[in-house]
């Protein structure tokens, strides 16, 4: 993460926190930031990003195999987008539990914890958060 994106203002908390001291916990978590948009264009993703998804972190990266939002699975979309705009609006942390496609074609189950990063706007400009992989679907 850059000195820049570390310097975000957090809905509801105080700073960053230990993102990156999570990041280096590797293994079935994913720690990420991503822009608040349809498609959750990543702008970092930990190395847990393979264990997690089955892709690597540079595919996700600015959609550039695949946007974080096509890996969720059809059904579960809407849900997500709902429950992350909805804490997010309310200046919350959000807690989820969905179903995502693996690079490999399987389903897996994942839960994810993430808040809002504020802009010099105020309004949240970027997501960022810790996804774990919970097991086969």
Do not use: K
Request: hydrophobic share 40%; proline share 2%; glycine share 16%.
């Amino acid at each position: 993460m850059t000195n820049d994106a570390a310097a975000g203002r957090q809905v509801g908390g105080c700073g960053t926190g230990g993102l990156d001291v999570l990041a280096e916990l590797g293994g079935t978590t994913m720690v990420y930031r991503c822009l608040n948009d349809s498609a959750w264009t990543m702008v970092w993703a930990s190395v847990g990003c393979r264990e997690v998804t089955g892709h690597d972190p540079g595919d996700l990266i600015g959609n550039r195999v695949i946007s974080y939002t096509e890996l969720i699975l059809p059904q579960d979309r809407l849900g997500v987008s709902v429950g992350v705009q909805t804490a997010l609006a309310e200046g919350r942390p959000f807690q989820l539990d969905y179903r995502i496609r693996r690079a490999d074609g399987s389903v897996a189950r994942v839960f994810e914890i993430g808040l809002g990063m504020l802009g010099d706007s105020g309004a949240v400009e970027s997501i960022q958060g810790v996804i774990a992989y919970v097991g086969a679907a």
